[in-house]
């Protein structure tokens, strides 16, 4: 597609809830990434794919926390159990390759899902 | 844990004014770059600079890069009401190949009017 596109743009659920958050990165990047952005806050790092190798999980903040890339295109971010701390703005974000060499990590934003736990 | 730390945390401006923004960072970098966020949202990205260099324009933007001291600087001259919006800088560790980007913490601009 011509941009990033992120689905639902905003959900409501209830605290205990499972809920799952999708990314459609543009056609022919490599890389995908999550972002998670609390109010009024920076960017804080969640997941990172990088072509078929082995994801970089290191900024996922629980194991209630994970996400799937299926065939090098479309991601699913999943939260289980969702607790109200987890109230958020998740933002996707997909590059041309997942190296900085040449400067080809340059992020192409989606329009981000915001989820409130009620 | 987080990068790059912008400074100031908010900065309130007058239409034409120029405004000035800062990052520091922690380790050796490959490359920075500068993003805007409009309204919460998405950011768009606006400017990167390698490690080997130090300034880059664009349109009304200047960034410059010191690498003996960790710190990057964003310039936007003549500012326009437009301009409002917040300000991340945004790193990749030296060490590492790969584009992994960690952000800072952002500086919220306000041009009045």
């Known amino acids: 597609g011509a941009g990033v596109s992120q689905s639902p743009s905003n959900k409501v659920t209830e605290k205990g809830k499972d809920v799952e958050l999708r990314c459609d990165p543009i056609?022919?990047?490599?890389?995908l990434y999550w972002y998670r952005q609390s109010l009024g806050q920076g960017l804080e790092f969640l997941i990172y794919f990088q072509g078929n190798s082995a994801p970089d999980k290191s900024g996922l903040p629980s194991d209630r926390f994970s996400a799937e890339r299926t065939g090098g295109s479309v991601s699913t971010l999943t939260i289980q159990r969702t607790q109200q701390e987890d109230s958020a703005v998740y933002l996707c974000?997909?590059?041309?390759?997942?190296?900085?060499?040449?400067?080809?990590?340059?992020?192409?934003f989606g329009a981000g899902s915001r989820l409130t736990v009620l | 844990s987080q990068q790059g730390e912008e400074d100031p945390q908010a900065l309130s401006i007058q239409e034409g004014e120029n405004a000035t923004m800062n990052c520091s960072y922690k380790?050796?970098?490959?490359?920075l770059q500068w993003y805007r966020q409009n309204s919460g949202r998405g950011l768009v990205h606006l400017i990167l600079i390698r490690s080997n260099e130090r300034e880059k324009h664009s349109g009304r933007l200047r960034v410059t890069l010191d690498t003996s001291k960790k710190s990057s600087s964003l310039l936007i001259t003549a500012s326009r009401a437009a301009d409002t919006a917040s300000y991340f800088c945004?790193?990749?560790?030296?060490?590492?190949?790969?584009?992994?980007?960690?952000f800072g913490q952002g500086t919220t601009l306000q041009v009045k009017p």
């Open positions: 380790t050796s970098i490959n490359n």
């Open positions: 056609s022919g990047h490599t890389a």
């Open positions: 974000a997909s590059s041309i390759t997942g190296t900085a060499l040449s400067g080809a990590n340059v992020l192409t």
């Open positions: 945004a790193t990749v560790h030296g060490s590492s190949n790969t584009g992994k980007l960690i």
